[in-house]
C-alpha cells in the first residue's frame, strides 16, 4: 500500500480504478443480464447503486456507524 502523501496522481487513479472496478460490474454486468435474460437483474443493479451510493455518502462525511456519545447509557 502506498502513502497517500507520497502517492502520484497516476497510482491514485489506478487505485481508485481497482476499488471501482468491482463496483461497477456490481451495476453494469445486472444491467446486461437484464437486457439479455432476466429482467429481474435490473433490480439488483438498483439495489447495487444504491448501496455504493450510501457508502460514498458514508465515505465522504466520515461517519462509519453510531459514536460513543449517540448512544445511550444503560443507567
Known amino acids: 500500500m502506498v502513502s497517500s502523501a507520497t502517492a502520484t496522481r497516476t497510482t491514485r487513479a489506478v487505485t481508485w480504478a481497482g476499488w ?18 432476466w429482467e429481474g437483474f435490473y433490480a439488483v443493479s438498483v439495489l447495487t447503486a444504491l448501496g455504493w451510493a450510501a457508502h460514498e455518502v458514508r465515505a465522504r462525511t466520515g461517519r ?12
Open 20 to 37: 471501482h472496478l468491482g463496483e461497477l460490474a456490481g451495476v453494469f454486468v445486472p444491467i446486461g443480464l437484464g437486457a439479455v435474460w
Open 64 to 75: 462509519r456507524g453510531p459514536s460513543t456519545k449517540d448512544r445511550k447509557d444503560p443507567t
